[in-house]
């Protein structure tokens, strides 16, 4: 019996098949360096952990409101307020199993048959998947790498059509670590009030920013703006959580409230010590978050100097994130093959940049350690000179 033709369309999330292959090879026994992961390389901060074993020895283990508990909600309100200026309803907020999650419900809550959703390009694999299964259609907005890939207005402009239904704002973005300027989503905001449609604004990476760039949320631009724009965000990156699996949105009350009853017959709440953790990772010390965010400072200069230093390999400067997405079209191979000769023959596991729609790149994080890191670089710099 054949699948769903909405499901058949769909391919594996290549970010998350390749961290697997690449931490099964380890399990092994094989020395492998991997570049692939999508998720910091630190432990949950011990303060998060104990919140969470102490919500499971209070007989915390029950089903919560399916949109999320209220003191989560109400720690998150409080997010918005004190990190992005942005003040919402406890009807606006809604928890969901990771931001992944929180993305897949919103593309459900507002695409129709036919839409158009506007995606800057690279793009983080899991939108345009989403976008298709919500029975919508991708429509990519290219960028120019040498200048950091900034946004194409003019391109922009003529890629919106009357079907045009919202646009992805990720900032900064991953795979590139790119950022966009407060002019930038001044004029992101000005064209989605002109033309109507929503702004979907990817946050996860907010904390993680270099060099002073700011992560302005373009919902904060004013209340126009908040009343068309839905806030993504969560804690896996911020503080180290991935496996916790929560996120969160802030969205129009109407968009929140289709959303909550979907949730209610899908996942139901997040799992409730999780959602214990989240909250004192929200409301708790917030010193780790810094912590981390330094060390990934430290280890981008040394990634993104040394991939310069090797010859056929060049790689913009990421204004945040944790990823580097060198440019390496002059060795001569296609993404996806060279991706598989590093990993077979130099140790290495990459993300290709097919997977972000960039076939001439390669995405590299280095949620890693410094010696990992130049361990994995010596491998990368030796496997070029050799071919
Ligand atoms: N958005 C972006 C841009 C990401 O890179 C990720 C990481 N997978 C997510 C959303 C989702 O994060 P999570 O589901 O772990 O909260
Ligand atoms: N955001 C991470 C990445 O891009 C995690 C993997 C995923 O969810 O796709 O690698």
Known sequence: MNISPRLSQISPSLTLEITGKAKALKKEGIDIISFAAGEPDFDTPAHICAAARDAIDRGKTRYTPAKGMPELIAAVREKFQRDNNLDYPASSIIISCGAKHSLYNVFQAICREGDEVIIPSPYWVTYPEQVRLAGAEPVFLDSVEEDGFPIDRDRLVSLITPRTRAMIVSSPANPSGSGYSRDDLEFLAGLAVENDFYLISDEIYEKLVY?????ISIASLSRDIQDRTIVINGVSKSYAMTGWRIGYMAAPENVAQAISSFQSHS????????QYAALEALTGDQSCVEEMR??????RVLMIERLNRIEGISCTMPKGAFYAFPNISALGKPSLELAANLLDQARIAVVPGIAFGADGNIRMSYADSIENLNK?????????RKN
Request: aromatic share 10%.
């Open 376 to 384: 994995g670089l010596d491998r990368l710099a030796e496997f070029v």
């Open 294 to 299: 330094r060390a990934f400072e430290e280890r």
């Open 211 to 215: 060099d002073g760039f700011e992560a």
């Open 267 to 274: 996942t139901s709440g997040p799992a409730t010590p999780s």
